[in-house]
């Protein structure tokens, strides 16, 4: 069965305090991994999508990287304004097009 | 643009009353779906669409009916609404399918709450 598992549940980090939020999926193939970012009250935004491992993509204090297994959401020197939940979602090649999300990482930064 | 637009925003319901949830968007997606989004649950998709004229059921589709006659519209239909569908229910699309995933695009949520 498909499945995706992020970890942790919720992270607090200091203003500064670099660190990695995880995304572990079992899928029988992946079309795309998507990271998103959603604000308390809001849809969630996208932020990067993966196609093949290997592959990083970088915005501003956030780096994604894939392996054939997870993904990881880097995040250097954060900063409080980037205090949210991060969901990850896969696309599988299934024969169906559905997205499978996670259940986000809750993170605090502290100023 | 005004990418994914949802409506209404908030919305109270009495047991077995039912309603629509309105979205559409103005970007020419192909693809457009539902999810729902509980605590602890995640995103958890209810249906989903792949041009119009076809929709097809994800992983919570009991209690809901869509259909999608013009590319623009998606609404989401509740039968008989129960307490159970208490939830924050997003609209989303994606500019097209193909081999190749591609991003989905987020409304700003309905919260709906049945009573």
């Known amino acids: 069965e498909d499945q995706v598992t992020q970890s942790p549940e919720a992270l607090r980090l200091q203003e500064g305090e670099s660190s990695s939020l995880n995304c572990s999926y079992t899928?029988?193939?992946?079309?795309?991994l998507f990271w998103y970012r959603q604000d308390p009250g809001k849809g969630p935004e996208f932020l990067f999508t993966l196609y093949s491992a290997g592959e990083e993509k970088e915005k501003e204090r956030l780096k994604a990287t894939l392996t054939k297994k997870e993904s990881f959401l880097h995040i250097t020197a954060p900063k409080p304004e980037d205090s949210a939940t991060y969901l990850c979602a896969v696309q599988t090649t299934s024969g169906t097009y559905k997205y499978i999300f996670g259940t986000g990482t809750r993170l605090k930064v502290l100023a | 643009n005004a990418g994914v637009t949802q409506t209404p925003k908030f919305q109270v319901l009495k047991t077995g009353q039912s309603m629509t949830l309105q979205c559409a968007q103005d970007?020419?997606?192909?693809?457009m779906s539902w999810y729902r989004q509980d605590p602890g649950m995640g995103l958890r998709l209810i249906h989903y669409?792949?041009?119009?004229?076809?929709?097809d059921q994800g992983e919570v589709p009991n209690g809901y009916n869509v259909s999608r006659s013009t590319t623009e519209d998606f609404p989401l239909r509740l039968l008989s609404a129960a307490p159970s569908q208490t939830s924050v229910y997003f609209c989303?699309?994606?500019?097209?399918?193909?081999?190749?995933?591609?991003?989905?695009?987020f409304g700003p949520g309905t919260r709906l709450t049945v009573t």
């Open positions: 970007m020419n997606h192909e693809y």
């Open positions: 899928v029988s193939g992946l079309r795309g």
């Open positions: 989303a699309s994606s500019p097209r399918i193909g081999s190749l995933g591609y991003e989905q695009y």
């Open positions: 669409s792949v041009g119009a004229g076809i929709t």
